[in-house]
């Protein structure tokens, strides 16, 4: 099976930054996604990792390593429209079904 | 834009009614999902499907049904719902390519009284 944790909730300042963890555990690994959720509505795609290292969108950048079984989804310069859901998704190599972790929480203060 | 489409958005239906949840996408994907949402909990996979005439149970077992029979189609069906199978239903999709981005339809919020 995949172990996949996040943490519960995170609290921020608007303007600030932060940084959501992700663990997983699985076999055959072929990629982590990160997604996010607003309240009452779909998860919206964000990030695809499959390599090792930092990818970078704009004021949003996702880490992975694959030896440590470890993600970082990076918010910088918050506004209070990303005070959503962060869902970490892996995919393993027969890669029919994405499996999601619980989700972060994450509340922008201003 | 995702390209995936479910309707209805909302339902009110009362107990021992049959309902079917519709799900269609115009992107040609080979792999549909269905999953189901508490508010402010986590998505929980129901079914899912490789292609035409390929359904499989997901990770949460649930009383509904699925077919596909054409590409772009994954309906989801309760032949008797219940107070319990009050919650979201959100459909998905994914290309064919083992790294293709999954995409989510709006959801229906279904309540059962």
């Known amino acids: 099976g995949q172990n996949i944790d996040q943490p519960t909730e995170m609290t921020a300042t608007e303007g600030a930054i932060v940084q959501i963890n992700c663990t997983y555990q699985?076999?055959?690994?072929?990629?982590l996604f990160w997604y996010q959720q607003h309240a009452g509505e779909a998860p919206t795609f964000l990030s695809y990792?499959?390599?090792?290292g930092l990818e970078e969108k704009g004021r949003f950048s996702s880490f992975l390593s694959r030896s440590k079984g470890y993600s970082y989804l990076l918010l910088k310069e918050l506004q209070m429209k990303d005070s959503a859901s962060y869902l970490c998704?892996?995919?393993?190599?027969?890669?029919?079904?994405?499996?999601f972790g619980g989700g972060t929480r994450v509340l922008v203060k201003p | 834009e995702a390209d995936i489409y479910q309707t209805p958005r909302y339902l009110v239906i009362g107990t021992g009614k049959k309902i079917t949840l519709e799900c269609s996408q115009t992107?040609?994907?080979?792999?549909m999902y269905w999953y189901q949402q508490d508010p402010g909990m986590e998505l929980h996979l129901i079914h899912y499907?490789?292609?035409?005439?390929?359904?499989e149970k997901g990770d949460l077992s649930s009383e509904s049904t699925v077919s596909r029979i054409r590409t772009e189609h994954f309906p989801l069906t309760l032949e008797s719902a219940r107070p319990s199978h009050t919650s979201q239903y959100l459909c998905?999709?994914?290309?064919?390519?083992?790294?293709?981005?999954?995409?989510f339809g709006p959801g229906t919020r279904l309540t059962v009284t």
């Open positions: 499907s490789y292609g035409v005439n390929s359904t």
């Open positions: 699985t076999s055959g690994f072929n990629g």
């Open positions: 992107m040609g994907h080979d792999k």
């Open positions: 998704a892996v995919i393993k190599a027969a890669g029919n079904k994405l499996t």
């Open positions: 998905a999709s994914r290309p064919g390519t083992a790294i293709g981005e999954q995409y």
């Open positions: 990792n499959v390599l090792d």
